[in-house]
Every structure is written in structure tokens, then in C-alpha cells.
């Protein structure tokens, strides 16, 4: 099977939605945030290994407790996976952490502070050529 065959971009999109619940709703470790999400999955043609994007919003030490929360409990969810996906292989799974949300949603605020400054900027120097024109 081909990298980016549609079967396997299939198996990569169910594996996917499977992880998010298990992760979500069957793993009962406290380290593990509420907030994570799984961003990617890919799965290897041979479907023997498995990389998963996991992002977590919240800080460095979420993420640390959530990464070694779900290394901990590589087995359970492996199994899980088995139980729920059918294919010929269950693949190890491995997590990776992604930044990319938490990356975004600070570009956003950031992008918000400029908007903001430049408003700002734009009503004083409105105020300022107001002034002159009252004065003269």
C-alpha cells in the first residue's frame, strides 16, 4: 500500500477519530488533560508503527504530564485500538507533541494587540489633528 492511497489516508482518518476517544473518554489517568486533542495521525503502508500529533492546551507541564500519561498507557490504548479497528495489524503507536493550536491561538492574541495598538495610535492622532484644526 502507497503512502497517500486513499486507503490508507482512510485508515489514518479512523485512526485517528478512535485515538480522540479513547484518549477523550476511556483513559482514567489523572496526568492525561482534559484538553487534548489528537491534531494527526500517520500510519505506516506496512501498518506495523503509527505517529500520532497530539496537542494540549494548556502549560509546558500539561503537556509533560499528558505526554507521559499517554506513553504509560501505550499498551491500553493499543489494545483499545485492536478491539475497535479492524486491521490485520495493530500498529505501536507513538505520540508526538504538536504546538501548532497553541501556536495559533497566539499568533491570534498577538495579532489582536497590534490591531489594538494601531486603533489606539489612529484615535490619538485623530485626537491631535482635531485639536490643531480647533486651535488655528
Known amino acids: 500500500m502507497r503512502k497517500?492511497?486513499?486507503k490508507n489516508t482512510r485508515i489514518n482518518g479512523e485512526v485517528q477519530r478512535v485515538l480522540a476517544e479513547i484518549i477523550r473518554g476511556e483513559i482514567k489517568d489523572p496526568r492525561i488533560s482534559p484538553w487534548?486533542?489528537?491534531?494527526?495521525?500517520e500510519v505506516a503502508p506496512?501498518?506495523?508503527s503509527c505517529k500520532a500529533w497530539i496537542s494540549v492546551l494548556g502549560d509546558e507541564e500539561a503537556r509533560i504530564n499528558t505526554l507521559q500519561g499517554l506513553k504509560s498507557a501505550e499498551g491500553f490504548i493499543r489494545r483499545q485500538l485492536a478491539r475497535i479497528v479492524n486491521l490485520r495489524n495493530t500498529p505501536e503507536i507513538s505520540f508526538v507533541m504538536d504546538q501548532s493550536i497553541e501556536y495559533g491561538v497566539n499568533?491570534?492574541?498577538?495579532i489582536d494587540e497590534v490591531v489594538a495598538q494601531d486603533d489606539e495610535r489612529a484615535m490619538n492622532?485623530?485626537?491631535?489633528c482635531t485639536e490643531e484644526t480647533g486651535q488655528a
Open 4 to 6: 497517500n492511497s486513499v
Open 36 to 41: 487534548t486533542s489528537v491534531v494527526a495521525v
Open 46 to 48: 506496512d501498518l506495523k
Open 107 to 110: 499568533m491570534s492574541r498577538r
Open 125 to 128: 492622532r485623530a485626537d491631535e
